[in-house]
């Protein structure tokens, strides 16, 4: 505890008696101070204890005294201290009056303390103050070092909040509750993950001092990390300013906690290598060897169903290999992914190729999910607002999405070419995610609008549409009729209102002109495949 008043009091060699104020002797006193000014008030900073004699004060004037006494409280002082035997054998009424009428704490200070005496006594104490601070920083930093070492990050966070008693928590890069100590705390801890992801868009180390969800919380919010995007947050609750002891507990909090995250990033790197060699091995077809190379490393992972995420951008990974390998849209994604796998305890593997990633994960799991989720909220940014509205032409630094069906070890190869088809389908028609199911579910209709499929079509059907032009016949609308109806004479002659031998004259003109027979299954198939993609302009 700094020094106070009151321990001045009590201090057995000063000698000190309290003439007004009694009631403000437990205010922390920062330094004490002898002036004779008139008006000491400008090379006051607040916390002084003031020493005087009054050799230029009238201390007789009541007005003069009150309006002394009143700038004093105004700067901050919290004592006055007035030595009597020099000036004045007593405190004058009109000055023990002024500071009773404004609760400033006034002592007497007797001829034999010299005021040298009441510094020395404060710069002491607070000497003394300080030293117990350090010593009990130092002696959190070992409590904090072995929590660190033998209970994890969670042991840490229970430590600390001891020390600071008040409640400590751990986010993610996605502002998600990690860790929380006690248990009361996750849940307030929860109520801040906006505040933290304002803190992530500032470069590490970064800090800030948010209003707690509670009415007796100050919380101190912390970044993790030494890279320009923080990792992780710690967050802190007290009831009030940390001091300096526990200052000590929390920056010691910090440097370890950063350099836990910066350790798990550079195991994150090797596990990335491993699962890349696991991920070339079940596509080759190679699930025993995968099992093998991984170890418990994935855990059920690689046994159980699971599903192959395949996302793109248009960014040339040379250009975002000089930015923020964290701040790009696949950044983004894999974060969300391993943020829900890890609050799950589900495992995920993540393999960063270049210009795209991939993702394998537990059918049904968090990660999968958390996919869905991420593009949904894309995509309602995308469109104005409504998830799921198809867009016109996603812009090619945007992320695109592949999702294939759930499989096991041995498909795994086939999963992934379904994740890679149904990436053709969402950059196609300008979606953020198409899941494989939904285009086997689908129609293949929306896959006509290509310009290489138009161009096809266009071709295909320009010499029926010239010999429409010329007003001899409705041979386009003939087509249409006859494969509409499969062949069916009668049924396509009446939909057109003519004679089923007219339609048959229609039809044979068409062969003529295009040089292909209708008997062909494959002519009949890519002529309706035209129809309808000139039909969607």
Known sequence: MPPTLASLVHHSTLKLTVRAGEDGLDVPVRWAHASELADPVPYMEGGELLLITALKLDAEDPAAMRRYVKRLVGAGVVGLGFAVGVHYEDIPEALVDAAREEGLPLLEVPRRTPFLAISKAVSAAIAADQYRAVTAGFAAQRELTKQGLTGGPEGLLTALASQIEGWAALYDASGAVV??????????????????????????????????????????????????????????????ALGTAQRYAVHS??????????????????????????????????????????????????????????????TAPAVRAQGDPNGDALGALAEAME?????????????????????????????????????????????????????????????VVGLSAP???????AAYKQAGQALSVARRRGRVLVEHEQMAAGSVIPLLADDAVRAFADGLLRPLYAHDATGRGDLVASVRAWLSRHGQWDAAAADLGVHRHTLRYRMRRVEEILGRSLDDPDVRMELWLALKATSSD
């Open 179 to 240: 860790a929380a100590a006690p248990e009361w705390a996750g849940r307030r801890a929860a109520r801040l993950t906006a505040d933290v992801r304002r803190l992530r868009e500032r470069s590490a180390p970064a800090s800030s001092v948010v209003a707690g969800p509670e009415d007796d919380d100050r919380v101190e919010l912390h970044s993790l990390g030494t890279g320009r995007r923080p990792r992780a947050a710690l967050a802190v609750g007290t009831a009030a």
């Open 253 to 314: 909090a910090v440097a370890l906690l950063t350099l836990t995250t910066e350790r798990s990033g550079s195991l994150r790197a090797a596990e990335q290598r491993i699962g890349a060699a696991v991920l070339r091995m079940l596509l080759a077809g190679e699930p025993d060897h995968a099992r093998a190379v991984a170890g418990h490393l994935y855990g059920g992972l690689l046994d159980a169903p699971f599903r192959i995420v395949v996302a793109e951008t248009g």
């Open 339 to 399: 943020s829900a796998a890890a609050r799950s305890g589900e495992a995920v593997l993540v393999v960063p190729e270049r210009e795209r990633l991939v993702v394998l994960a537990a059918d049904g799991g968090a990660a999968v999910a958390a996919c869905c989720d991420h593009a949904a909220g894309l995509e309602a940014a995308r469109s104005g607002g409504e998830a799921h509205e198809p867009l016109v032409g996603a812009d090619e630094d945007e992320l």
């Open 407 to 413: 499989v096991g070890p041995i498909a795994a190869s």
